[in-house]
């Protein structure tokens, strides 16, 4: 499974490309408006900092001008995904720009059905937000099974993107169903190191270990 940070807070992406385990970032308008920062000057210096492709979000609702601020944003870096809505124009700008060999993130998708449309539109990825599914009382891990389902019946390509992720069980569980990538704040990529017995193991390791006495070289 490929983890993706969900921030446009570079050091935090920073932070975790140095673990060696970041292969991609996500970044949406409401995460740009938080990092107070220059949509592209930021979306640039994230591309520089993580290979890995890195969405970033037209804003347009209609073709043309989704093709237009698209065509701004794929020239940032070659590792640029451009994240278009999962609308009728959104899906239309997805087959134009991926058989121009550019990677799209189809995001907002809440549904087997849309997640279908996005793979035959072409999608290099389909963003399923969990979270605010489970938020209004659906199901978000039993869409992520439908939508693994659908993929391999038909070998579909488009990987699998699970995006409003809200704690490490949603990590496992997406991993479980073999979703392909999964999208989540730095904290929640945190918290997957944590546990209370590799704590309690390395003090009671380490104490016994001074009382030998030794040194390792
Ligand atoms: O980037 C899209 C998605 O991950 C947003 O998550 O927490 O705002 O529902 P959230």
């Not at 292969?23 to 640039?44: A, Y």
């Not at 209004?136 to 488009?158: C, E, H």
């Not at 009671?204 to 390792?216: E, N, R, S, V």
């Amino acid at each position: 499974m490929k983890f993706f940070a969900d921030t446009a807070e570079i050091a935090e992406i920073r932070e975790l490309a140095a673990t060696g385990l970041l292969d991609g970032v996500t970044t949406n308008p409401s995460l740009i408006h938080k990092s107070g920062r220059d949509f592209i000057e930021v979306v640039r210096e994230i591309a520089a900092v993580c290979p890995g492709p890195i969405s970033a979000e037209v804003v347009a609702l209609d073709y043309d001008t989704m093709m237009s601020e698209a065509e701004i944003l794929r020239k940032i870096a070659k590792n640029i995904a451009i994240k278009v809505p999962l609308t009728p124009d959104g899906l239309k700008a997805c087959k134009a720009l991926t058989g121009d060999g550019t990677m799209v993130n189809v995001t907002l998708c809440f549904s087997a059905a849309q997640a279908l449309l996005a793979a035959k539109a072409g999608a290099s990825f389909i963003s399923p937000f969990v979270g605010r599914h489970d938020d209004v009382g659906f199901d978000g891990m039993q869409l992520i099974a439908d939508i693994r389902m659908i993929y391999d019946n038909y070998d579909f390509a488009t990987e699998i993107l699970v995006a409003s992720v809200r704690h490490p069980i949603h990590v496992v569980e997406a991993a479980k169903l073999g979703a392909d990538v999964m999208t989540a704040p730095p904290k929640i990529i945190h918290q997957l190191f944590k546990h209370p017995l590799t704590d309690a193991g390395i003090a009671g390791f380490l104490k016994d270990w001074q009382a030998t006495g030794q040194k390792i070289g």
